[in-house]
């Protein structure tokens, strides 16, 4: 295979069925694959400031190879756009550029832009064309798969949206070089989830091949491809998120409730390190509850250690909230249904499943005894079930 | 059939499909209707101002019957309620509630709050369940069946929205009594609108019985149910418009451009009204393409003036801009396709069909010759496309 060899995934989803192309130097042939798709397609694309001072022009020049001249509205960057002002703004901005329902919208940008723009595109005229354009290894493997847009209100993240598939999504593996090492990392948290789940063949061949994927090889190309594979699976097993889908928030209660006890400081924490921390906690809450073995737990900590993820909440800087607090968060995220506590739990590398009626007071022991404001805290190799019965205060 | 019997239409959508019940007394139903089909569920109402002054303590009775107490959202009475901003109280007033994906938003009030509660029920959590309480006979007849929602933009109305398809929707025909005479003819303009559509059986019982059917005996009921089988047969063929749907347009582009040219001054034209007369200019318009006879034509002139309807441009208080600013605005509508006119046209009554590429220049000179500025006007029964090829001006 060579370098710039282009992968591609279809995302079989009967007449939402679409493609996601990834590979090196998308952008510039952004407009002949739209228009094969579309043609004579009008286009707007929706982007940041920080994305348009980088790739915008890039994306222009590939455009308008396929005979497009784009509206463009460039949004804020930043999780704060996610907002209903934000969501007016780009309606507005489309409708402005007199886009029809066949026309597209173009979301070029990472999970921010791509949510926004998705919902936008979405709900104008009832449902426009969607293409995305994914720029960060976070976007490029979580959100480009399975149409899930939105954005946030003040009483929660994401809990105003809709479901919305695109037409095609490019994952230009060459703009992921211009991502801080920071923000890869926290990508590839949601990266190796999908080994975790259900593929411990490809949690394995990442175990052994990290390195080539941080470094831009083919590898890349091929675990993004991978990672898009198996959520591609889940999401055409449960496209609308009423059963399996749920799989792929193993790691998100715990990061979700820790995001939120941080104060979405992205200083502290971003989203991929909370989903790295949750994905360890969830094997170890795991083993703890005698389901899988510690062993397993341990593999996990020691390969998001190893790339230089944090994987306990002792990696988190400055004071968390307490147990207690913590799990109030917990009860307050959306993935709660009707009171009972649902967690994604393991039987072992990728072996993932929805644990319904988890009890809170489980949580509580678990959570106090991994909480980094206990005095000694068992080292992942040692601890059992059994040592761990010890509660503090 | 008693006065108090209920009529059922079923609307076949599949996974999605829901009961339409049609009677008298059924908001001291509701509660028991909702929980039987949704048990346990939660609930939020949405309703405006002055719905909520004549309804609202019975549908909280029939509720109470079902074991639901609701949270209540009420909104000012209006077109402009329609926004963004409003849209955003809504979301936000049903998270407040802490409402879950399968507890139910109800709409309890016309078009416009079952737009806007629709369009709510559609994006919070990407998707809860809801169910219709029409209480105008527009909204029975027209938005209880087919699942848009949506709010206008400043760049138009119903620009923005989703399709989301109800549980159930409670169409008590006792509350219409409550409507001013004027707002329940605009209403049934558009139950007669299917007669024209391809129910000629139809609009002949209608011809007959169309006073029962203001007078509220069981007619009333059978009008309705006849109306929502007729649109739930279109939308069953083509859920989101991508085809055969758009024939419940008929009377709609004209119609549109009359309530535009009127700036939505409800004093002068209302929704229904502008129907009634885009009903009739579309069926003058096809005769003079030669398409049908005047004679049926001048049958739906003479109907829609017996039930005490608008028919002609000449009925609107005040002054209409000119035939070009006529046109102008019925290329602004969003049916437009690529910038080719779309016209719902007729070859009989109960014969619509969808014209594409009708010349704009043959609008033009319709516009014109039956324009009320034009100094002699010829009556219904006299045109002819022979007759009507002169041009003033």
Redesign the interface.
């Known amino acids: 295979m060579s370098v710039n060899a282009t992968v591609t995934v279809e995302v079989g989803l009967g007449d939402r069925a679409y493609d996601i192309l990834i590979g090196s130097g998308l952008l510039l042939r952004a407009g002949t694959e739209i228009s094969r798709r579309l043609p004579?397609t009008r286009a707007a694309v929706v982007t940041d400031d920080n994305v348009a001072a980088a790739h915008l022009e890039t994306l222009k020049a590939g455009l308008e190879k396929g005979g497009i001249q784009p509206a463009v509205i460039t949004l804020p960057a930043g999780e704060k756009t996610k907002s209903?002002a934000h969501?007016?703004e780009v309606?507005?901005g489309v409708?402005?550029a007199r886009l029809?329902r066949?026309d597209v919208v173009i979301a070029l940008g990472g999970g921010v832009i791509g949510d926004l723009a998705g919902?936008a595109a979405?709900?104008?005229?009832?449902?426009m064309n969607f293409v995305q354009i994914p720029t960060s290894l976070l976007a490029q493997v979580d959100s480009s798969v399975g149409g899930?847009t939105?954005i946030n209100?003040?009483?929660?993240k994401n809990?105003?949206?809709?479901?919305h598939q695109p037409k095609l999504v490019l994952a230009d593996t060459e703009v992921l070089d211009t991502l801080p090492i920071r923000e890869f990392r926290a990508g590839y948290a949601e990266l190796a989830k999908y080994g975790l789940i259900d593929r411990p063949g490809f949690f394995a061949w990442l175990e052994e091949n990290w390195g080539k994927v941080f470094a831009g090889g083919p590898e890349r190309a091929e675990a993004i491809a991978e990672a898009c594979r198996a959520k591609a699976d889940v999401v055409a097993r449960d496209e609308?998120?009423t059963g399996d889908r749920a799989l792929l928030n193993l790691g998100h209660t715990f990061g979700h409730a820790l995001e939120a006890a941080t104060r979405y400081d992205s200083a502290r924490l971003v989203h991929g390190e909370g989903v790295a921390i949750g994905m360890a906690l969830a094997c170890r809450f795991s083993s703890r509850l005698n389901l899988a073995s510690p062993d397993d737990a341990a593999r996990v900590e020691t390969h998001l250690r190893a790339v230089g993820l944090p994987w306990r909440m002792a990696d988190i800087p400055g004071e968390l909230p307490d147990a207690e607090a913590l799990l109030a968060f917990i009860t307050q995220d959306?993935k709660v249904?009707?009171g009972a506590l649902t967690f994604i739990l393991t039987r072992g590398i990728g072996q993932a499943f929805i644990a319904r009626d988890v009890p809170a007071s489980e949580v509580l022991s678990f959570l106090r005894e991994n909480h980094p404001g206990r005095q000694s805290r068992p080292g992942p190799q040692k601890s059992s079930p059994g040592q761990q019965k010890s509660r503090p205060g």
Chains 1, 2 share one sequence.
Do not use: N
């Open positions: 004579g209903f969501l007016e309606v507005d409708l402005a029809e066949g919902f979405g709900i104008v005229r009832r449902g899930k939105g209100s003040a009483r929660g809990l105003v949206g809709v479901f609308f998120e959306k249904s009707r």
